[in-house]
Antibody
């Protein structure tokens, strides 16, 4: 069965960096893009962007450029999200998801369990 | 990429039907058949319940249905059950912009 398993919670100080992993199983990793979403405490979902797992080409949503990096290690079927220059406002749960596309649209179908990143001095 | 507009909360009694709206613009919701809906219980990851406006993934109850009129998409939950109490989000996809809705908390009275 399709599974996306994310790395555990992280606590960082302001200005530090963090790298979250998302390990996929149950399907051919390079067939589907991986999307990343952010959900601040008590807030809604934000789409951060996605990475084409076949080409490695990333696409970032507005507001998620500069400090955010999407990367892959296809040898271990894993996608990564790295955030540098962490700010208190980056405190959130980060989700990865397998993005599926029909002839009409694309949508995140299978989701990871989420990774809580806490930024605090 | 502005968030799509959803009502903050909707409530209903067990067995009733409720509808959640998701309003965008002619550039996103109104442009394509590309709206999906997600259910999120507290502390859990979101779950896909509707894609392509009105299609249900395998295993999702047929009490969930989706539709669209103009720039507004809608999710209807029929025969409301206690387990339906959760947050619901819409998402619109186009090749140039992708946005989630603001989210709606559904309460089962």
């Amino acid at each position: 069965q399709v599974q996306l398993v994310q790395s555990g919670s992280e606590l960082r100080k302001p200005g530090a960096s963090v790298k979250i992993s998302c390990k996929a199983s149950g399907y051919t990793f390079t067939t589907y893009a991986i999307s990343w979403m952010r959900q601040a405490p008590g807030q809604g979902l934000e789409w951060m962007g996605w990475i084409n797992t076949d080409t490695g080409n990333p696409t970032f949503a507005q507001g998620f450029t500069g400090r955010f990096v999407f990367s892959l290690d296809t040898s271990v079927n894993t996608a990564y999200l790295q955030i540098s220059g962490l700010e208190a406002e980056d405190t959130a749960v980060y989700y990865c998801a397998r993005e599926e596309c029909t002839t009409t649209s694309c949508f995140p179908h299978y989701w990871g369990q989420g990774t809580l990143v806490t930024v605090s001095s | 990429q502005s968030a799509l507009t959803q009502p903050a909360s909707v409530s209903g009694s067990p067995g009733q039907s409720i509808t959640i709206s998701c309003t965008g613009s002619s550039s996103d919701v109104g442009r394509y058949k590309s709206v999906s809906w997600y259910q999120q219980h507290p502390g859990k990851a979101p779950k896909l319940i509707i894609y392509d406006v009105s299609d249900r993934p395998s295993g999702v109850s047929n009490r969930f249905s989706g539709s669209k009129s103009g720039n507004t998409a809608s999710l209807t939950i029929s025969g409301l059950q206690a387990e339906d109490e959760a947050d619901y989000y819409c998402r619109s996809y186009t090749r140039t912009t992708t946005s989630f809705g603001t989210g709606t908390k559904v309460a089962v009275l």
